[in-house]
């Protein structure tokens, strides 16, 4: 996406120079966590992409892990069908598309006027006379240059967002040895044995953005009552981070069945709202 001449003074751009931030987030149920996401990692550099995080919870026989890359815009679909054939079958999928034209002609455009506010500077230093305007006119420019060098750096930032697509993924197997041993409970039912709900924490830009919505997991509780796995199910990329952080914490009443203490199969639901608009 680029943006094309010839627009009226004041016009962010038409729906087709479109400034957008895309993030997929994808469920996969494997037979290899780690073997496949090492394979993801390697379609990802094939096509000039990146990893930015990784996670595997365990070592090579781990049942579980996570990952995050970015690949470039024009190879988002290509990717996406690669990774979805390593799968034995997608057990959730969801994509944010953020729109930033503005944010994007705004950086733009202050970095123009800053270059010319440098080149003005430049002018006036070559006819400074006197030292005390030689010295004034450099503290000057350097203010400027050093804006400059904080423009272009967001300003790299934004671009590289949108000119990549960032995936994320939480892979699993499809038996997990631990659900064997205990039991399946509905997120009802589950919440009736939850001592401690941390609350989470809204995400800066997602409250300053009204961005609101619903973040479900598939957990594992432990023996001991604490959560041991969060797998996410489907919510809005921008939110996930802080929810997992926050489910990660709760706390459950340990669940008995015939005298032992055994791991649960359920799901948490957290909700960001923004504050006042539901009252």
């Known amino acids: 996406m680029t943006f094309s001449g010839g627009?009226?003074?004041?016009?962010?751009?038409?729906?087709?120079?479109?400034?957008?931030?895309?993030t997929e987030s994808l469920g996969l149920i494997v037979k290899t966590?780690?073997?496949t996401g090492e394979t993801i990692i390697q379609i990802a550099q094939g096509a000039g992409g990146f990893l930015v995080t990784s996670n595997v919870n365990g070592g090579a026989d781990a049942t579980s892990a996570s990952l995050?890359?970015?690949?470039?815009?024009?190879?988002?679909?290509?990717v996406r069908a690669q990774i979805r054939k390593l799968s034995l079958r997608v057990e959730s999928e969801s994509i944010d598309a953020q729109d930033v034209t503005k944010q994007y002609v705004d950086q733009e455009a202050r970095l123009r006027n800053l270059r010319a506010q440098e080149q003005q500077y430049l002018g006036i230093l070559r006819k400074a006379a006197t030292v005390k305007d030689t010295l004034e006119v450099s503290d000057k420019l350097n203010e400027v240059r050093g804006a400059i060098e904080e423009r272009q750096a967001e300003f790299e930032a934004l671009s590289k967002q949108v000119e990549t697509v960032a995936i994320r993924k939480d892979i699993q197997t499809a038996h997990d040895p631990a659900l064997s041993q205990g039991v399946r409970m509905t997120e009802g039912t589950s919440q009736a044995l939850l001592l401690k709900k941390i609350e989470p924490e809204y995400p800066h830009e997602a409250e300053a953005k009204g961005v609101e919505g619903d973040v479900v997991f598939r957990i594992i509780v432990g023996t001991d009552g604490r959560v041991e796995e969060v797998h996410l199910r489907r919510g809005k990329p921008i939110?996930?981070?802080?929810a997992a952080k926050a489910?990660?914490?709760w706390q459950y009443q340990p669940y008995i069945l015939n005298g032992n203490a055994v791991e649960v199969e359920t799901f948490a639901t957290v909700r960001f709202r923004q504050p006042g608009k539901h009252q």
Do not use: C, M, N
């Open 239 to 242: 939110l996930i981070e802080a």
């Open 7 to 22: 627009r009226a003074a004041g016009e962010e751009g038409t729906s087709e120079d479109r400034k957008l931030v895309r």
């Open 247 to 249: 489910v990660s914490q």
């Open 33 to 35: 966590p780690v073997e």
């Open 68 to 78: 995050s890359i970015r690949v470039p815009a024009e190879k988002f679909d290509e």
